[in-house]
Every structure is written in C-alpha cells, then in structure tokens.
C-alpha cells in the first residue's frame, strides 16, 4: 500500500510516544500523506536499547538521540499529555494546550530507574549530559551492585564488566533464572554462564533488604547493602535495574476501564483499544502477551497505521498475530545470547546482529538522519 490517499480535513492521527512504536507509525502516516501529530516527553527520539552502552561509554549517547524535528517539523510537538477526552476527541498537555485527533494511537512505553529509561520534559542535550554523569560515576568506583536480574540487569552487569574488567561488578535477583521468563530456559541459563564467564558476581534467589536507604547512581565508597538473607556487603555504587512499569499516566483517568491489572490497556485483534474503534495501543502499554520489545512496538504500529487508513478508505482491517518469541540480549560489545523464532542462536550470530553496533543505524535511517560520526 504506497502512495498519498485522498484524505478528508478532519483526520488528524494523533500519536502519544515518541518511541520506537511512536517513530513508526508516525514515518508511515508520513508516507501516506496523513496529517498527524507525534508528542514526546523529549525533543529526541531515544534509542534506548543502547542506553547501558551510553553509561559505560563516555561520547557515546550522543549517537543515542535523533531529534524529532528533523524528521517530523511542525508534526512534533514536545510536552506531556496528562489527560484524554474521547468525546471531545483531544488530548491535553501540561502546559494547558489541547490537541484534536480523529484517531489516537498511544505509544507511551514502559518507565523504569535511570539509566534503562529516561523520561523526563527535558532536552537531549541534558539527558546526554546525565548519561555522561553516570559513565564517570562508573569510572569512579571499584566496585558496582547492579539490582534485578531481567534483561536490562543482566545486560548492565555485562557492559560494565565488558568496559571495565578490573572492577567487581555484583548482580543481584529475586529469582534462580536470570532475564525474561519468556526465554527459553537453554538461553536464560547461556546468559548466566556469559556473566560468569565475564566474572560477575551472582547472588541469586536474594532481594536488597535495605533499597529505601541506598543512593542510586551516585559513588558512595563503602555503601552498606543487606540482602534479605541476612547477608551484608559493601560497594562503591548501586545502580537500580528493577520495577519496569507500563507508563499510563497519559491515559489512566480518562481510560480506566480499558486497563489491565499491569495497567496496560486491553485490545482486540486489530490493536484497538476495547471499546473504541479509533484508539490503538502499541508497543509496551498494548496488553498483548509477549515479551515487551522495540521489534513488537514496530509491528503494532505497522497494523494500528494500515488499520487506520483502511479504516478511512473504507477496507477491512487487519490483524496483529503473535509469534514465536525472538529476543536477543546484547551481553557487552564482544557477545550476546537470545533466540530467533523459538529457537537458541549461537553466541557470535547475536554478537554480531545485536551487541556490536545495538541496531543504532537502524534508527537513524528510520529517521532518515545521518548518525554523528
């Protein structure tokens, strides 16, 4: 389906996220020649998936943001929605401002401690300046305790062993398995040996029992931490890497019945939020069950924009489908496990797909920008 529709004045496609789901759909809406608007909290679209690489490289999240206006001019607009009205059909900032939509896709994401996430109003210049901050805190310490044991502490674990061998770098989980339960357990255990191999050390089936006393991010020599098996060491920095949530502040007053218990919000086949028929949801704040990932956020997009356009041409909508589970985890520049498919992938394959280079060229030509050099 290419080429500009003919397209009635009032639609107007409102997109809240500017992530990978949001940056999608936004790109085809563009191709089609439907007039939308893109909201983010940031003036940069955040390739997050090397964010860890940026807190261990100094100079390297600067090839981690890509300005939005420089892809989408007057379709972006920077700022915060805090409400929905779905009679009036707007959406309403905090700044006061309000913007009408015919159709609405909500792409707001997941939130989580810095430095997995960064959301926050702000500048990308101020958030390189942050990821800056935090490679020298690293720098600065001897010793590093990485909390939670999904996919981001076991990658966090990795870089900074990976960047800095010297230093005793410490993983701590609540559960035996390491990463996501949807992995196969071949892979989950693969991702334990590769820490092991790099010299992490694992204290597995322990939670931090003193968190609300410990400063994150932040060097501190001989921090204090308690694990809830009585045991006690001491380290130089503690970086946080649990209790990802669905970020559904945008829409939870206005679509609180749409909501799941995770607080993602319920959709039918064709990624429409249940009840209405020109509301969609992608990426992680989609109540679909499969792992939450950049690669997913792209395939809803690609069916709430074709549903929307059908929707306005008058065809039959199509259906989003999930699949085999295909997740890779990037264990430092020099390695890396996951499976494509349902199926293991030797270490070398995902090296060289997903840890030497973070799939950061794919963004930028999403954008259609030129990486800094």
């Known amino acids: 389906m290419g080429g500009k529709l003919s397209i009635d004045d009032n639609v107007h496609v409102v997109i809240v996220g500017g992530g990978f789901g949001g940056i999608a759909a936004a790109q085809q809406l563009k191709h089609h020649g439907v007039p939308f608007m893109l909201i983010d ?51 309403f900032l905090d700044s006061g401002k309000d913007v009408r939509y015919s159709h609405l896709i909500l792409c707001t994401g997941s939130d989580g401690p810095f430095p997995g996430k960064y ?104 921090t204090v931490v308690k694990t809830d098996k009585d045991e006690q060491f001491t380290v130089d920095l503690v970086i946080c890497c649990a209790g990802n949530k669905i970020n559904s502040d945008a ?18 086949k064709h990624m429409q939020i249940e009840g209405f028929t020109n509301i969609y949801a992608v990426g992680d704040c989609a109540n ?10 792209g395939l809803h997009a690609a069916v709430a924009v074709t549903n929307i356009i059908n929707s306005i041409s008058g065809k039959a909508l199509t259906s989003y489908h999930t699949g085999n589970v295909t997740m890779l985890l990037a264990m430092g520049r020099d390695d890396g496990v996951g499976q494509f498919n349902g199926y293991k992938l030797p270490r070398f394959l995902v090296t060289k797909g997903k840890s030497q280079g973070l799939l950061l060229w794919k963004s930028w030509r999403e954008m259609e920008q030129k990486a800094p050099s």
Do not use: W
């Not at 829409?251 to 039918?268: D, F, H, I, P, Q």
């Not at 679909?288 to 956020?297: G, I, L, R, T």
């Open 288 to 297: 679909v069950s499969e792992p939450k990932m950049a690669y997913h956020a």
């Open 119 to 222: 959301n926050a109003v702000d500048s990308y210049q101020k958030a390189i300046e942050k990821y800056e901050d935090i490679v020298k805190e690293i720098q600065a310490a001897d010793s590093v305790l990485v909390v939670g044991g999904g996919a981001t502490g076991v990658e966090m674990a990795a870089e900074i062993r990976t960047e800095y061998p010297t230093k005793k770098v410490i993983l701590i989980h609540s559960h035996e398995a390491l990463a996501d339960p949807e992995l196969l357990p071949c892979v989950r255990e693969q991702a334990k040996q590769v820490l092991l191999e790099k010299g992490v050390e694992l204290l597995l089936g322990q939670k931090v029992s003193n968190m609300n006393e410990l400063e994150f991010n932040v060097t501190r020599k001989g």
């Open 251 to 268: 829409y939870r007053s206005s679509l609180g019945g749409c909501l799941a218990e995770n607080g993602a919000l319920k959709v039918n």
């Open 41 to 91: 909290l940031l003036d940069a679209f955040h390739h997050n998936v090397a964010a860890l690489r940026a807190s261990v490289q100094s100079g390297f999240a600067r090839q981690t943001f890509i300005p939005y206006k420089e892809t989408f001019g007057t379709s972006f607009l920077q700022g915060r929605v805090v409400r929905i009205d779905t009679t009036a059909q707007s959406v």
